[in-house]
């Protein structure tokens, strides 16, 4: 399950948080910020004052900035390190902070980060990163003192600190050890909604729901008029029902009526809840409370695309450009794919082929030719495809892929398969045609090429959520390696934790393994995420074998209505109802 599109629920709640708290805290996955801070290769280090230099300390001074000067860093930082032992200068320190980081030598880094916060005890900048430099080892215990000093740092806003908490968290292996740290870390500050919705967090992550629940609901008391904790409540709902997250952001609506993201994600829970009237209604208020508004009735139209709502999409889309919004190009290009949903085919080219030179115009192309295939114009979009012009070999990469998946589309997979691995063969390293490459493995069940592909694509792009996936799921599919399986897709879900369809892979991942309740739970959070065809097949078929037939039918007949062709939904209903 790894040849669809991601989908992220609530898009709202991160650019709600971020707006709403400074970052206090490096991200997790992140050098830290003071290793960001300047270019490891061209800064140089203050020196210590003269009088504590021997000639032999001048000369390592020297040696390790002309070690990162000539690329070195590795060098550099052994050589800083061991200055930094001897001056105990904190300057000294965080230049090795700086220059391990850059050589990806984690233990000497953290060493250096935790002599520089010695060495400098008021340092906000020291403290955060001998932090994350802890967190990023796994021993979140041991990073409990430096978190709780980050908090109550002088000059630090406390409530902006716990915000970012479960940001710097997300890395650690340990979801329960993480809770536990963050609840002991919220203690002092019974008062405070931040320290709740923190912890909050950190339930939802351990996957203690209720917890999650019962934290948010005391954030949510503490300061009722706050969206983030409203949105982030009906966000832990949804993996119940959409009935129920929508109830609360009812509610919600109720005391506040003017909180334009609530209302939007209202919207979309009425409308996953197939509540289109009221969905309707929700659009319209909306417009109507923000008349003339570009950003609101581009995401009114943007949102009613998504939930399938062609009409009122495109009559939003079509005011834009008669208000003249400012990226009209994105507007067109939107236009194409409601269009092409509806399969107006002729209307859809127009639509693309109207978008301009900037940066939709390599994706209108593609569409077009994309567009010419489903027509069964194969040969002429193809022709098109090779005509198009193309700015570097990252976009020559995008159009053979391209290519590849409306060959694959036309069940031309070996031909598919044979472009691909030529492709490859020239760059052997090239992520987005190793994932292609092992898409199409899979179709011709050559998983020993997909297997290949998709663990040369990790070690290449250790941070690629989808490659974990696909190999992970690859497994639970064909019921083999459950173990490794389960391992892989676990790895995917901290890299990517609300993709719908990573999270519909852990859930078929433990049923293979025989937990059908955690399956259960997990499959509904995916279909909760995004009701697509093939996570529809995966919860009814668990349903039906837990003896919940009642609802399989129901989940099966959803999913079967919206996408009728869909052929991992089609063998499920041929096993289950023949």
Known sequence: MFSRRNYLPFALIPALVAAGACAQIDAPGEAPAVARSANPTTRVASVPAESSLS?????????????????DPGLAAQTYIELARRTRDPRVARRAVELASAARQQAIALEAAR????????????????????????????????????????????????????????????????????????????????????????????????????????????????????LFEAQILQTQSPAKAAERLERYLEQYPDQRDVRMNYARLLVLDKRFPQARAQFERLLADNPGNTDVIYAVGLLAFQLKDYTVAERNMKRLLELNFRDVDTVRYTLGQIAEEQKDWGQAIRWYESVGAGQQSLAAQLRVASVMAKQGRLDEARSYLRRIVVKDDQQKVQILVAEAQILREANRVDEAFNILGQALAQNPDEPDLLYDHALTAEKLERFDVLETNLRKLIAVRPDHA???????????????????????????????????????????????????????????????????????????????????????????????????DNETLQKTLRRFRP
Request: charged share 25%.
């Open 55 to 71: 000639e032999a300390m001048l000369y390592e001074f020297l040696l390790g900035e002309i070690a990162a000067q000539r690329g």
């Open 115 to 230: 002599l520089w916060h010695e060495t400098d005890p008021d340092s906000t900048r020291a403290l955060q990163t001998v932090t994350a430099l802890v967190v990023a080892t796994g021993k979140v215990d041991d990073a409990e003192p430096y978190l709780a000093k980050l908090l109550a740092a002088n000059g630090t806003d406390t409530a902006s600190g716990f915000m970012q908490l479960n940001r710097l968290l997300a890395r650690a292996p340990d979801k329960v050890a993480s809770l536990r740290v963050v609840r002991r870390l919220a203690e002092p500050y019974p008062e405070l909604p931040e320290a709740h919705f923190a912890v909050s967090q950190a339930a939802q992550a351990a996957d203690d729901e209720q917890a999650a629940l019962t934290s948010i609901r005391r954030a949510s008391a503490l300061r009722p008029d706050w969206a983030v904790a409203a």
């Open 466 to 564: 989808h490659a974990y996936n696909a190999l992970g799921y690859s497994f639970a599919e064909r019921n083999t390696r459950l173990g490794e399986a389960r391992t892989l897709i676990e790895r995917a879900l901290e890299l990517s934790p609300n993709d719908a369809f990573i999270v519909d892979s852990m859930g078929w991942v433990l049923y293979r393994q025989g937990d059908s309740k955690g399956a259960v739970t997990q499959l509904r959070r995916a279909w909760s995420l995004r009701p697509d065809a093939e996570i529809g097949a995966h919860l009814g078929e668990v349903l039906w074998s837990a003896g919940e037939r009642e609802e399989a039918n129901r989940i099966w007949n959803e999913a079967l209505r919206d996408h009728p």
